[in-house]
C-alpha cells in the first residue's frame, strides 16, 4: 500500500497528528478529528494507519501521568474491552466502511446522551454506574470501536466521568487503558495488511507533530476547571460521533 498525499493532505495529515497528541492529554474527544482526517485520506485502512501514531503518544504520554491513577480500573474493563476488540475485528473484516463509521458515531452520541442523562440526575446515575453491567457495557462498546475506528476515547472518558473519577487521574488511568490495547490491537491490523513498511514511514514523519500536541494539551489541561473540562469532553465527543454518523 503506497501512500502518496498533496499537499493539502499532507496539512489535514499534520492536523490530524496534532489532534492525537492533544488527545492523549485527556481531551479524548479530539482524537475522533484524527479519525475522521485519517479516513478521509485512507478510507477503512485508516485503522491501521493511524495505530502506530497512537501507541507512539500512548507512550510519551504513560510516564507524565502515570502518578496519577492506577491499573485497577484497568484490570476491571480490560476483559468486556477484549471481547469488544474480537467483535470489532469482525466488523472490520465484513462490514462497509460507512456502516462502521454510522455504528462507532451512534456508540459515541448514546455515551453523550448517558452523560447529558447522569449531569441531569447525579446521584441516582452515578450509583448505576457503579454496576457491574455498567463497566460490562462500557468495556464492550470501548472495544469495538477502537478496533473499528479508534474511536474509543469519547466512550472511556464518559465512563470514567460518570464514576466521579478527576481529570487527572482519569488522564493517568486513560494512558494505562490505552497503552496495553492499542498495543494488543496492533497484530490484528498488521494481519489485515493495514500496517506495513510505508504506513510506518508515513507515521515516522508525523513524530514531532504528535509531541507538539501532547505539549500544548498538556498546558491546556491544567489551565480548564474540571467543570469545563467535563463539558468539553461532552462536546467534542458530540461533535466527533455526529461526524461519523452523518457526514
Given at each position: 500500500m503506497e501512500i502518496e498525499l498533496t499537499t493539502g493532505g499532507w496539512v489535514w495529515a499534520v492536523i490530524a497528528a496534532?489532534?492525537?497528541?492533544?488527545?492523549?492529554t485527556g481531551f479524548g474527544g479530539v482524537g475522533l478529528v484524527a479519525v475522521s482526517i485519517m479516513v478521509e485520506l485512507f478510507g477503512k485502512p485508516s485503522v491501521g494507519i493511524l495505530l502506530?501514531?497512537?501507541?507512539?503518544?500512548?507512550?510519551?504520554?504513560?510516564?507524565?501521568?502515570?502518578?496519577?491513577?492506577?491499573?485497577?480500573?484497568?484490570?476491571?474493563?480490560?476483559?468486556?474491552?477484549?471481547?469488544?476488540?474480537?467483535?470489532?475485528?469482525?466488523?472490520?473484516?465484513?462490514?462497509?466502511?460507512?456502516?462502521?463509521?454510522?455504528?462507532?458515531?451512534?456508540?459515541?452520541?448514546?455515551?453523550?446522551?448517558?452523560?447529558?442523562?447522569?449531569?441531569?440526575?447525579?446521584?441516582?446515575?452515578?450509583?448505576?454506574?457503579?454496576?457491574?453491567?455498567?463497566?460490562?457495557?462500557?468495556?464492550?462498546?470501548?472495544?469495538?470501536?477502537?478496533?473499528?475506528?479508534?474511536?474509543?476515547?469519547?466512550?472511556?472518558?464518559?465512563?470514567?466521568?460518570?464514576?466521579?473519577?478527576?481529570?487527572?487521574?482519569?488522564?493517568?488511568?486513560?494512558?494505562?487503558?490505552?497503552?496495553?490495547?492499542?498495543?494488543?490491537?496492533?497484530?490484528?491490523?498488521?494481519?489485515?495488511?493495514?500496517?506495513?513498511?510505508?504506513?510506518?514511514?508515513?507515521?515516522?514523519?508525523?513524530?514531532?507533530?504528535?509531541?507538539?500536541?501532547?505539549?500544548?494539551?498538556?498546558?491546556?489541561?491544567?489551565?480548564?476547571?474540571?467543570?469545563?473540562?467535563?463539558?468539553?469532553?461532552?462536546?467534542?465527543?458530540?461533535?466527533?460521533?455526529?461526524?461519523?454518523?452523518?457526514?
Amino acid at each position: 500500500m503506497e501512500i502518496e498525499l498533496t499537499t493539502g493532505g499532507w496539512v489535514w495529515a499534520v492536523i490530524a497528528a496534532l489532534a492525537v497528541g492533544i488527545s492523549k492529554t485527556g481531551f479524548g474527544g479530539v482524537g475522533l478529528v484524527a479519525v475522521s482526517i485519517m479516513v478521509e485520506l485512507f478510507g477503512k485502512p485508516s485503522v491501521g494507519i493511524l495505530l502506530p501514531m497512537l501507541i507512539f503518544a500512548d507512550i510519551s504520554v504513560y510516564p507524565v501521568f502515570r502518578k496519577h491513577g492506577a491499573w485497577g480500573p484497568v484490570w476491571k474493563l480490560l476483559p468486556p474491552t477484549l471481547l469488544g476488540c474480537v467483535a470489532g475485528y469482525f466488523v472490520l473484516d465484513w462490514m462497509p466502511e460507512e456502516s462502521a463509521r454510522s455504528v462507532v458515531g451512534g456508540i459515541i452520541v448514546a455515551m453523550v446522551g448517558v452523560q447529558l442523562f447522569r449531569n441531569a440526575g447525579r446521584e441516582r446515575f452515578d450509583r448505576l454506574a457503579r454496576s457491574r453491567e455498567a463497566g460490562l457495557a462500557a468495556g464492550f462498546a470501548a472495544g469495538a470501536s477502537t478496533m473499528v475506528a479508534n474511536a474509543a476515547g469519547p466512550i472511556f472518558q464518559l465512563y470514567l466521568l460518570s464514576r466521579r473519577f478527576e481529570k487527572l487521574e482519569l488522564i493517568g488511568v486513560g494512558a494505562r487503558f490505552f497503552l496495553l490495547v492499542n498495543i494488543l490491537k496492533a497484530p490484528f491490523l498488521g494481519g489485515m495488511s493495514f500496517i506495513n513498511g510505508e504506513s510506518l514511514l508515513f507515521n515516522l514523519k508525523l513524530v514531532p507533530v504528535i509531541l507538539l500536541g501532547i505539549f500544548l494539551g498538556r498546558h491546556l489541561v491544567h489551565a480548564v476547571s474540571q467543570r469545563l473540562f467535563e463539558w468539553l469532553v461532552v462536546f467534542f465527543a458530540l461533535v466527533a460521533g455526529g461526524r461519523l454518523c452523518f457526514f
